[in-house]
C-alpha cells in the first residue's frame, strides 16, 4: 500500500472502535505496520485539547487570630475552646464533665 492509502487505513482504524489487533485481522495487515501509521496520524493530527484559560487572581491573607485557640469535640457534640497553654488537666476535667 502507498502513503496515503495507509492513512486511510489509520483513520479507519480510528474511527472504528476495534482494539489495533482486531482491526489488523480484520483487515488482513501486519499490527505494527498498523500502529506505526496510527502512531504517525496521531502525532500529526491537531491537538483536541482545549487551550488552558488563565484567569486573575488576588491572593488575600487571612486575618490573625489575636490569641491562638484549640477545640476540643466531645462525643456529645459539645465544643470546648481554649487558649494554647491552658492547664491540660483542666480542660480534661471539663471534657469529662460534658460528657455526663
Do not use: C, H, I, N
Amino acid at each position: 500500500m502507498e502513503k496515503p492509502e495507509w492513512a486511510r487505513v489509520a483513520e479507519a482504524f480510528e474511527a472504528s472502535g476495534q482494539t489495533q489487533r482486531e482491526f489488523a485481522l480484520a483487515r488482513g495487515v501486519r499490527l505494527s505496520t498498523l500502529q506505526s501509521w496510527v502512531y504517525r496520524l496521531r502525532r500529526t493530527a491537531p491537538s483536541r485539547v482545549e487551550p488552558v484559560r488563565l484567569l486573575p487572581v488576588q491572593v488575600a491573607t487571612r486575618p490573625a487570630a489575636t490569641e491562638p485557640l484549640l477545640e476540643v469535640v466531645a462525643a456529645s457534640g459539645a465544643r470546648v475552646r481554649f487558649a494554647v497553654g491552658t492547664d491540660v488537666a483542666y480542660v480534661a476535667r471539663l471534657v469529662v464533665a460534658l460528657g455526663r
